[in-house]
T-cell receptor, first 111, second 117 residues
Framework: GESVGLHLPTLSVQEGDNSIINCAYS??????FIWYKQESGKGPQFIID?????DKRQGQRVTVLLNKTVKHLSLQIAATQPGDSAVYFC??????????FGQGTELSVKP | NAGVMQNPRHLVRRRGQEARLRCSPM?????VYWYRQLPEEGLKFMVY????????ESGMPKERFSAEFPKEGPSILRIQQVVRGDSAAYFC???????????????FGEGSRLTVL
């Protein structure tokens, strides 16, 4: 069946360090993979997406890597800040716009 | 430029009552998606609607749940005869175009948190 899952439920990093959040997926039918950030009590916020024909995409302080061979997606956050503390979800987009979300990784940034 | 508006933000119902959750998409958006999030879990797709039409309801429970997106007014997610297991955060998202012809960016609301006593 379809599933998008995360390797680690929690990640704790020191402020200023780089963070890497990983995600494994099992269904290769999607054209898009997306990372969302969700702060406590709020809705998911789009961070970055990547097409399936790409293996890397960079944004501001964030980079998404896609390895289709092993069906693995990662989000790298450079110089992690306290404001980056949140739960991060990877999601796979299917035809019609439906998103299948992973369970989430909680990122905690220590000052 | 208001984002996706959901209300109520918090709703408490007793078992057997009805819950109605409303979602006003972003201006110019005609595609609405509803997701449910249980505590400590990811969001689960429920239903995708375009004005006056249900496009994909593959994630909707077969009983007690219904959704509509009328020509005028907000989208409504209705839960009849609520049970404790319905307690969750319900998120609405909207997009301007069909979700598969643009990027992955859906705009989410802040959610409606339903508690069933």
């Amino acid at each position: 069946g379809e599933s998008v899952g995360l390797h680690l439920p929690t990640l704790s990093v020191q402020e200023g360090d780089n963070s890497i959040i990983n995600c494994a997926y099992s269904n290769s039918a999607s054209d898009y993979f997306i990372w969302y950030k969700q702060e406590s009590g709020k809705g998911p916020q789009f961070i970055i997406d990547i097409r399936s024909n790409m293996d890397k995409r960079q944004g501001q302080r964030v980079t998404v890597l896609l390895n289709k061979t092993v069906k693995h997606l990662s989000l790298q956050i450079a110089a992690t800040q306290p404001g980056d503390s949140a739960v991060y979800f990877c999601a796979e987009k299917f035809q019609g716009g439906k998103l299948i979300f992973g369970q989430g990784t909680e990122l905690s940034v220590k000052p | 430029n208001a984002g996706v508006m959901q209300n109520p933000r918090h709703l408490v119902r007793r078992r057997g009552q009805e819950a109605r959750l409303r979602c006003s998409p972003m201006k110019g958006h005609s595609h609405v998606y509803w997701y449910r999030q249980l505590p400590e879990e990811g969001l689960k797709f429920m239903v995708y609607l375009q004005k006056e039409n249900i496009i994909d309801e593959s994630g909707m429970p077969k009983e007690r749940f219904s959704a509509e997106f009328p020509k005028e007014g907000p989208s409504i997610l209705r839960i009849q005869q609520v049970v404790r297991g319905d307690s969750a955060a319900y998120f609405c998202a909207s997009s301007r175009d069909r979700g598969d012809i643009n990027t992955g960016e859906l705009f989410f609301g802040e959610g409606s948190r339903l508690t069933v006593l």
